[in-house]
T-cell receptor
Framework: KAGVTQTPRYLIKTRGQQVTLSCSPISGHRSVSWYQQTPGQGLQFLFE???????NKGNFPGRFSGRQFSNSRSEMNVSTLELGDSALYLC????????????FGNGTRLTVT | QKEVEQNSGPLSVPEGAIASLNCTYSDRVSQSFFWYRQYSGKSPELIMS????GDKEDGRFTAQLNKASQYVSLLIRDSQPSDSATYLC??????????FGTGTRLTIIP
């Protein structure tokens, strides 16, 4: 079974631009979560989608948004990029129940200059 | 706020010894815990899941959960240099969100 696929793997953007990251979950997984990882802050939860609905949201500004499609694929958008948005963005999927573990994709490395 | 806390390390262990990683959490309403391994520059990889009190063994790895004392631990027997990584503890506390600790950096010394 194929794992979680994230595209692109690397991105370089300039301040003020916007970016869209894509995630395809493991087949059969209906929940997709997004995390931001930086050396100083560790894994920070952005949001989780289940059946096209946002189920949980972390403490990030409104510049960070996401959505999930009917095939469970998900996208995350960051508008008006800031230097501090440079990070590894990780997508993870799970079957949907709260007790099931997350399975992570390889991540998208975003650099904002 | 339901928090998961880990000693950030670094933790250095000689090759062949037992590495012990610990995690405490601040809320009693817990359902499941997970240990992830993350190599530098890579994404977290699930290595153990534990749902009930007691020990769970998988190869060289043993996860221990004590809900009364609110801690979960991971033991790595016969540590190998390839075990050098950051280990993340995560818990589910009744809602749908997984809460992660900040991770413990483990170095196995040959």
């Amino acid at each position: 079974k194929a794992g979680v696929t994230q595209t692109p793997r690397y991105l370089i953007k300039t301040r003020g631009q916007q970016v869209t990251l894509s995630c395809s979950p493991i087949s059969g997984h209906r929940s997709v979560s997004w995390y931001q990882q930086t050396p100083g802050q560790g894994l920070q939860f952005l949001f989780e989608y289940f059946s096209e609905t946002q189920r949980n949201k972390g403490n990030f500004p409104g510049r960070f948004s996401g959505r999930q499609f009917s095939n469970s694929r998900s996208e995350m958008n960051v508008s008006t990029l800031e230097l501090g948005d440079s990070a590894l963005y990780l997508c993870a999927s799970r079957t949907g129940t709260g007790t099931s573990p997350l399975h992570f994709g390889n991540g998208t490395r975003l650099t904002v200059t | 706020q339901k928090e998961v806390e880990q000693n950030s390390g670094p933790l250095s262990v000689p090759e062949g010894a037992i590495a012990s990683l610990n995690c405490t959490y601040s809320d009693r309403v817990s359902q499941s815990f997970f240990w992830y391994r993350q190599y530098s520059g890579k994404s977290p990889e699930l290595i153990m899941s534990i749902y009930s009190n007691g020990d769970k063994e998988d190869g060289r790895f043993t996860a221990q959960l004590n809900k009364a004392s609110q801690y979960v631990s991971l033991l790595i027997r016969d540590s190998q240099p390839s075990d050098s990584a950051t280990y993340l503890c995560a818990g589910n506390f009744g809602n749908e969100k997984l809460t992660f600790g900040t991770g413990t950096r483990l170095t196995i010394i040959p």
